[in-house]
């Protein structure tokens, strides 16, 4: 299915407050990401070696970076609902993001 997204990248800028520890958040909007969910738990061990409520294969064309993604309706929503990158795989001029939501423990 085609979905749109949003990469956050961390903004790594020193903060002048030394107190303050909140990360900041660079966002990059992109429309129309392949999205894949993984189905089954074998599935989600094959690729990323854990396994989560719901996991996403999330392929884009060209090299991206970025520590977090999320589903834009849901972030526009709610900035809470973000997904954890477990692996980010760079092919010729592609960008496989392996992700999911909570992980699921023993």
């Given at each position: 299915?085609?979905?749109?997204?949003?990469?956050?990248?961390?903004?790594?800028?020193?903060?002048?407050?030394?107190?303050?520890?909140?990360?900041?958040?660079?966002e990059?909007?992109?429309?129309?990401?392949?999205?894949?969910e993984f189905?089954?738990?074998?599935?989600?061990?094959?690729?990323?070696?854990k396994?989560?409520?719901?996991?996403?294969?999330?392929r884009?064309?060209?090299?991206?970076?970025?520590?977090?993604?999320?589903?834009?309706?849901?972030?526009?929503?709610?900035?809470?609902?973000?997904?954890?990158?477990?692996?980010?795989r760079?092919?010729?001029?592609?960008?496989?993001?392996?992700?999911?939501?909570?992980?699921?423990?023993?």
């Amino acid at each position: 299915m085609l979905k749109d997204i949003v990469l956050l990248t961390k903004d790594n800028s020193k903060n002048k407050d030394p107190l303050n520890h909140v990360a900041k958040y660079s966002e990059q909007v992109l429309h129309s990401a392949r999205v894949t969910e993984f189905n089954g738990a074998t599935a989600q061990n094959n690729a990323v070696g854990k396994q989560y409520d719901h996991s996403y294969v999330i392929r884009l064309e060209g090299i991206h970076n970025a520590d977090k993604v999320a589903f834009l309706d849901d972030y526009r929503a709610n900035k809470s609902n973000v997904l954890q990158i477990s692996q980010l795989r760079r092919h010729h001029f592609k960008t496989d993001i392996y992700c999911g939501d909570t992980e699921v423990r023993s």
